[in-house]
């Protein structure tokens, strides 16, 4: 069969949804999860964007192996210059370079002719190419661009050293049936493609992406972009996970195989979802919370009688244990740690410490750790940088009480306190935040669920908050919500302040 290569944005397009901002310790810790499911292009980031994203991109670069590292760049010099620097140590690197080519970018966005567009993209390739042999060139809005530029804008670009030609539908403008005509008429345009890949990257502006992509398989395409849980720009991306298992189940009607370790999808969708702070919808396809769940007394009976009458993949296929794995408050620090690997979640000695401890703590407020909470308690452990955690927390509330938060802070072994009223316990608690470091915010979104089943499950907590112009999420987990929601907020307000958005007033920081 033939193969298709998957290429996933996570990193890079999917950090770009709003909210979304990941610091190098937890975009590795990501990227290492991306190789064991098998994907086989990461793209890590847009080295030039930040001096963060540099640092990230590099050090996946130099500690992911097992996988080609790829750093975007647009077609000029000081882009593709610091690609390269970012992604030199990494085992199998690619360069990938984009300019617009529809006419309505080429006028308003990049104010150029097609000519100049042509000409930049091909030096930018040649540049690429001087520095690895592996490049990858996409023509953004290709799917609103004229079909014979693409064909002669591409034919330059293989004739400059692309390996990898990405025809993006990027606002999502395109249909299934018009989107496989489209690629068929670009590529008989194309001089030179039988020499290259062609690949394919849709966002889901119109819910048409994964649709969108799967077409365009059927239309001979080789590899397929998107992001894990569909995160990225606007709506969104082409959502690894549907991709792989609709070419997995149906088989059948595609005639290809991809190298995804489908047991891996679940632990992926999961960590993504946490680190990011982005909720998946309980209904999304394959790894939300309904997809495996039956409600209707019909279904109920066939599935008991034969789980294949309403269900076309099995939870186990994706990863997905739908038995809760559990540790009790009498566990040793090794049972912790095996499960730990049984869970492939990779923890050194003095992170184990850290865990361990966390473990205990937890688990004398609730009988049962599960898997779940295994995991909540390691995204607590993979920042690298100082941060601002709570020390304690009180509160007051009530029907005829004001609403009142008093709470500790610390940073750097010292400790700042203060307290503040509110129109609820969460509020009055963020103000009270507020008020020792001095800052201002804005809650966007508030989300909160349980991570698991039983009447002693964790809360779950995810906010996007608005610091002036930047948007930042933050997650929290605890037995008692007023502490998840506070632990959110101070996630948030950490990430914030390693990316210089904000700056605090107390003690000096």
Not at 51 to 66: C, H, L, N, S
Not at 89 to 111: D, G, N, Q, V
Not at 245 to 250: F, G, K, P, Q, V
Request: hydrophobic share 40%; proline share 3%.
């Amino acid at each position: 069969m033939r193969q298709i290569d998957i290429f996933d944005t996570t990193l890079r397009d999917g950090e770009q949804s709003p909210g979304v901002a990941l610091n190098p310790a937890e975009k590795v810790q990501i990227a290492r999860q991306l190789a064991k499911l098998g994907v086989n292009i990461i793209e890590a980031g847009f080295p030039i964007s930040s001096p963060g994203d540099f640092e990230a991109v590099k050090q996946i670069a130099e500690e992911v192996r097992q996988v080609s590292v790829c750093a975007l760049a647009r077609t000029q010099a000081k882009d593709i210059e610091r690609a390269w620097e970012a992604i030199s140590k990494a085992e199998s690197p690619r360069i990938h370079t984009f300019i617009a080519t529809s006419p309505i970018h080429m006028r308003y966005k990049l104010k150029k002719s097609p000519e100049e567009v042509l000409e930049q993209a091909v030096a930018g390739v040649k540049l690429a190419k001087s520095k690895v042999s592996d490049i990858e060139f996409s023509a953004e809005d290709a799917s609103r661009s004229d079909v014979d530029f693409l064909g002669r804008i591409f034919s330059s670009a293989i004739k400059a050293g692309a390996t990898v030609l990405n025809i993006p539908d990027t606002v999502g403008y395109a249909t299934p049936e018009e989107f496989a005509k489209f690629i068929y008429e670009v590529m008989e345009r194309t001089e030179g493609i039988e020499k290259v890949k062609v690949s394919v990257h849709c966002h889901n502006d119109l819910g048409l992406a994964v649709a969108n992509s799967l077409a365009a398989v059927q239309a001979g395409i080789h590899q397929l972009e998107g992001a894990i849980n569909g995160i990225g720009e606007r709506a969104g991306n082409a959502a690894i996970e549907e991709l792989a298992m609709a070419l997995n189940t149906r088989r059948d009607q595609y005639q290809v195989q991809t190298s995804i370790n489908s047991k891996e999808i679940a632990r992926t969708s999961q960590m993504v979802s946490r680190l990011t702070g982005m909720m998946i919808q309980p209904n999304k396809a394959i790894v939300g919370k309904n997809a495996f769940a039956h409600e209707s007394g019909i279904h109920q009976d066939g599935v008991l009688k034969e789980r294949s009458t309403y269900e076309i993949i099995s939870p186990d296929s994706i990863g997905l244990d739908m038995d809760t794995i559990v540790l009790g408050k009498h566990s040793g620090r090794h049972a912790v740690r095996d499960r730990l690997t049984e869970l492939g979640l990779e923890v050194d000695e003095k992170r184990l410490d850290e865990v361990f401890k966390e473990f205990k703590l937890l688990a004398e407020r609730k009988k049962e750790v599960t898997s779940a909470d295994l995991y909540s308690l390691v995204d607590t452990h993979t920042h690298d940088v100082p941060e601002i955690t709570l020390d304690y927390l009180q509160v007051s509330s009530g029907t005829q009480i004001v609403p009142t938060s008093t709470l500790g802070l610390n940073y750097q072994d010292q400790r700042y306190d203060d307290a503040a009223c509110g129109d609820g316990p969460v509020d009055a608690a963020y103000k009270a935040i507020d008020k020792i470091l001095g800052i201002d915010h804005k809650l966007l979104r508030y989300a909160l669920q349980a991570i698991d089943g039983g009447e002693d499950a964790q809360g779950e907590v995810t906010v996007s908050v608005q610091f002036d112009e930047h948007t930042v999420g933050g997650r929290g987990v605890s037995t008692d919500i007023i502490e998840a929601s506070v632990k959110a907020y101070l996630q948030a307000v950490n990430r914030a302040f390693e990316r210089g958005w904000i700056s605090f007033k107390i003690g000096g920081i």
